[in-house]
């Protein structure tokens, strides 16, 4: 079944189109946006999704547009300022002018790489977001794009809306599975930060892992994606609303930065980072979600529920007072009201680290 989806940003609206076998729909897509024959295109994509789709992808559209590729190596070390520069040596050397495209086809990686060389090649110029990987689910929708610096990650980068976002779910059938975990992470934190509905059909439906596939993936996607396109369309810049979108990660920052990036995945630290704000809301409002149980959900997906032991709270604290969105050193949290519904608090070291010291001894 194929789903579209209105992406309203205050600049702009674009269409997302979910479904299955995308790619031979694709040029008939790009002519309907308004891309003529013989419009130059070039595909940017990573090693891994070259060997395994790139063929299926440039096939169909050779047969209408002047198609180029460009290959990046698998893995965020891609996100760096030579790889961005590649990319740029490359559009022009294919000869790229204003009204060409750029597709970005894989996981949140080229996404946010291509993305950003689309916002400045010639100061801008159209791009397609054709996510592979769940989490890009997260990444492919809102519009901010970005490589990395060896000072901090996401340092460089632009607020850049695409064309389009073309998310052909049977690409996903090839993930790892600790990719797939980790974009679904994200999926929860969509339901539990804006859709209660939705929490419940996860508890009712997605089991375990297994259950993440076919049409209920297209419905984790869909329904995330409609959270995520909510919030974004309310506040495109990231000046109020936005940072909802944070739930789980002011944890989920230090712990990836601190145990070294890559060790554990993105989405696992977002599904601890989460339990931690869990804790620390219902000590904050004095409620309790002990009839959610939460951990053990967490754990028949095989997210982390126990912190690493090794990591010390006091320098995790540290991380957390760094994060970008901390304000003058307090650290600001999201925090569950109830479910659907979240709050930004602002927690003062002492009390942060002593609710950390608790939730580590847990
Ligand atoms: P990724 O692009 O590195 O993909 C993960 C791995 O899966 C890679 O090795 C990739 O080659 C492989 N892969 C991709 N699609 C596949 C498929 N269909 N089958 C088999 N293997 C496949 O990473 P990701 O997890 O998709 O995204 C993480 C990146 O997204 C980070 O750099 C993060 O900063 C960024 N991000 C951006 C935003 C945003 O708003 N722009 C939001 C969240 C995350
Ligand atoms: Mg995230």
Redesign the pocket.
Known sequence: MMEQIAIQTATKQYPLCLGEGMLELLPQWLEELGFPHGTKIMVVT????KA?YLSQLVEPLSRRYDVYTHVIP???AA?SFEHYYACQTAALTYGLDRHSLIIAF???????LAGFVAATFMRGIPYIQMP??L??H??AV?G???INHPLG??MIGAFYQPEAVVYDVQ??Q???ER?LR??FAEVVKHALIGDPGFYNWLKMNIHSLADVKGEKLQHCIRKGIEVKARIVSEDERETGVRAHLNFGHTLAHALESELGYGVMT?GDAVALGMLFAIFVSERTYRLSFADHHFAKWFESYGFPVVPPKQLDPERLLQKMKGDKKAKSGKIRMVLLREIGHVCVEEIDDKQALSLLNEFWQS
Request: proline content about 3%.
């Open positions: 990573d090693e891994t999704l395994l698998s893995g965020e996100k894989g996981g949140g990686v080229v996404g946010d592979t990987t989490l890009a997260d990444s809102g901010k794009v970005a990650k996401n690409l996903l090839s993930l790892p990719e980790s974009g993105h």
